[in-house]
């Protein structure tokens, strides 16, 4: 988790990822865009194929991914006219049909219902239960909670590493310490009247 919410979090981990753990087969890491003048379905077979699936497999699992993301209405629309929730919602949808060793999911659970919440939780816990490793960018503690067996908090470098309840118990001090130490800064207002346009008091 980081308190900054800066999104180098996790292109730092992909990019770790790429050069230590050459010995895996495949990484699944969720698009940071799509082309914009492609559509929802034509962007799901070149995401695919840049992560890795040949086009045989997008085409068997491709109206999977169109229902897990709930965008059948909008599938061939430009994906240009989607929301940035929309995009993140069709990404982790394409990454939930693949087959990795590594999973870096960065904040997906900040967009969609709760029916769509839930698909991804349920998934990520199938790809757990199946060995997957899974790198969770996140500020849903709950999730963290249940989804992790480690955590690191980050914030401006590592200030807390191990067991997920007492990184979380870290990162909440230190997010009520810095919202305390705004709060010395704040304006208070001590005591106020209404005066006239000359300075006398209105009764």
Do not use: W
């Amino acid at each position: 988790m980081s308190q900054s919410g800066d999104p180098a979090t996790r292109d730092d981990v992909a990019a770790a990822l790429r050069r230590d753990l050459t010995a895996l087969e495949s990484t699944g890491e969720l698009p940071a865009g799509f082309h914009p003048d492609l559509t929802g379905i034509e962007n799901i077979y070149l995401q695919g194929s840049i992560m890795g699936m040949k086009r045989a497999e997008v085409t068997r699992n491709l109206e999977a991914i169109i229902e897990f993301a709930g965008l059948k209405d909008f599938i061939d629309t430009p994906v240009k006219r989607y929301s940035s929730g929309m995009n993140a919602r069709l990404g982790f949808s394409i990454a939930a049909h693949l087959d990795p060793d590594v999973l870096v999911i960065d904040e997906v659970l900040a967009v969609g219902d709760m029916a769509f919440q839930k698909r991804c939780i349920d998934r990520m816990m199938h790809f757990k239960q199946n060995g997957v490793a899974i790198v969770f960018v996140s500020h849903n503690l709950q999730a963290v909670a249940s989804l992790c067996d480690e955590a690191l908090f980050m914030a401006g470098g590592v200030k807390a590493h191990g067991k997920p309840e007492d990184v979380i118990r870290a990162y909440v001090t230190r997010s009520e310490d810095t919202a305390d130490a705004a709060n010395n800064d704040a304006i208070r207002i001590m005591s106020s009247r209404l005066v006239d346009s000359t300075g006398r008091p209105l009764t």
